[in-house]
T-cell receptor, first 114, second 116 residues
Framework: NAGVTQTPKFQVLKTGQSMTLQCAQD?????MYWYRQDPGMGLRLIYY???????DKGEVPNGYNVSRLNKREFSLRLESAAPSQTSVYFC?????????????FGEGSWLTVV | AQSVTQPDIHITVSEGASLELRCNYS??????LFWYVQSPGQGLQLLLK??????LVQGIKGFEAEFKRSQSSFNLRKPSVHWSDAAEYFC??????????????FGTGTQLKVEL
């Protein structure tokens, strides 16, 4: 029962390098999200995908791109990493129900940009 | 825009003592409300949620929360804290929705320390 799976779990990048964080969910959820977590700031939404084929900006989208590859997978790309992007990144997914929905999180990806 | 305030950055309680973590939100209507817990190096685990109905919500690990519309609050409580409850706790809100993505807005978290 995997839920939401993120890779890699840890990554160190040099400034200017690019990388992609992968996320997959096996719960058949329509909606997927990328958040970043920084000390004292809680979690902030970077991008989300309400359904397959759609993506929208969240609170802090600058410096990131996303791809909703299919219903299961939602990737986050850093084209030119900056030290300000050092953070813990969480992927999440949810289903939309009239009675309310629960958002499930992956275990996080720790990214350091030097 | 919706916002969430967790006024206590750090809280220390003795094991066996009661606990209350505060959460206030700002939103035009009654949002969906959540409490998540995060242990060091781990992801977020849902403790409980409020969508509608009974304003006292029971969650996992003996936690409960009460929604008070008049105070725009959703405080988390536990009658007797265990050492394993030491973690960071996040309150979150999401707009009641009829379609589209459901985007959580998080508070800045409360770090709970439990003294033995």
């Amino acid at each position: 029962n995997a839920g939401v799976t993120q890779t890699p779990k840890f990554q160190v990048l040099k400034t200017g390098q690019s990388m992609t964080l992968q996320c997959a969910q096996d719960m058949n959820h329509n909606s997927m999200y990328w958040y970043r977590q920084d000390p004292g700031m809680g979690l902030r939404l970077i991008y989300y995908s309400a359904s397959e084929g759609t993506t929208d900006k969240g609170e802090v989208p600058n410096g990131y791109n996303v791809s909703r590859l299919n219903k299961r997978e939602f990737s986050l790309r850093l084209e030119s990493a900056a030290p300000s992007q050092t953070s813990v990144y969480f992927c999440a997914s949810s289903e939309i129900r009239a009675s309310g929905n629960t958002i499930y999180f992956g275990e996080g990806s720790w990214l350091t940009v030097v | 825009a919706q916002s969430v305030t967790q006024p206590d950055i750090h809280i220390t309680v003795s094991e066996g003592a009661s606990l209350e973590l505060r959460c206030n939100y700002s939103y035009g209507a009654t949002p969906y409300l959540f409490w998540y817990v995060q242990s060091p190096g781990q992801g977020l685990q849902l403790l409980l949620k409020y969508f509608s109905g009974d304003t006292l919500v029971q969650g996992i690990k003996g936690f409960e929360a009460e929604f008070k519309r008049s105070q725009s609050s959703f405080n988390l409580r536990k009658p007797s804290v265990h050492w394993s409850d030491a973690a960071e706790y996040f309150c979150a809100v999401a707009p009641p929705l009829t379609g589209g993505g459901n985007k959580l807005t998080f508070g800045t978290g409360t770090q709970l320390k439990v003294e033995l």
